[in-house]
C-alpha cells in the first residue's frame, strides 16, 4: 500500500556523483526487497540495485559494482542510492520500487509491486 518518491536526480559530467533518495508515502517499506532500476531511452527496463528491508543484504548489476552503494534508513523510510564515477552510459530515468508480495526475485522488474514516479539522471561527456 505504499506510495514511493524518487528525488535527487540531476546533470552531471562523467565521474560526478549523485545520490538518489526513495521515500515512502502513506506506507512503510516492507520488503523483502527494495530496489533501484532504470530506463534509458529505446531500451529495456534494467536491475541496477537492491536491498532487503529487514536484513539490509545488498545486490548490484555488474556494470555497478564498485560504484553505487544501496542504502536504507529505517527510522526515515527512505532507501538511498549513492552514484559515483558516473559514465554517460548511466544516463537514464531511474525508479525506486518495492516486492513485498510472492514471487520475489532481486531483479526481475516484474516481481515488483510498487514504483515510484522516476527521476531522471543525464551524465554528460
Known amino acids: 500500500q505504499v506510495q514511493l518518491v524518487e528525488s535527487g536526480g540531476g546533470l552531471v559530467q562523467a565521474g560526478g556523483s549523485l545520490r538518489l533518495s526513495c521515500a515512502a508515502s502513506?506506507?512503510?517499506?516492507?520488503?523483502?526487497?527494495v530496489g533501484w532500476f532504470r530506463q534509458a531511452p529505446g531500451k529495456e527496463r534494467e536491475f541496477v540495485a537492491a536491498i532487503t528491508w529487514n536484513y539490509g543484504n545488498t545486490q548490484y548489476t555488474d556494470s555497478v559494482k564498485g560504484r553505487f552503494t544501496i542504502s536504507r534508513d529505517s527510522a526515515k523510510l527512505t532507501c538511498d542510492l549513492q552514484m559515483n564515477s558516473l559514465k554517460p552510459e548511466d544516463t537514464a530515468v531511474y525508479y525506486c520500487a518495492v516486492d513485498n508480495k510472492a514471487p520475489y526475485s532481486w531483479t526481475d522488474y516484474r516481481t515488483y509491486d510498487y514504483w515510484g514516479q522516476g527521476t531522471q539522471v543525464t551524465v554528460s561527456s
Open positions: 502513506g506506507g512503510t517499506f516492507s520488503g523483502p526487497y
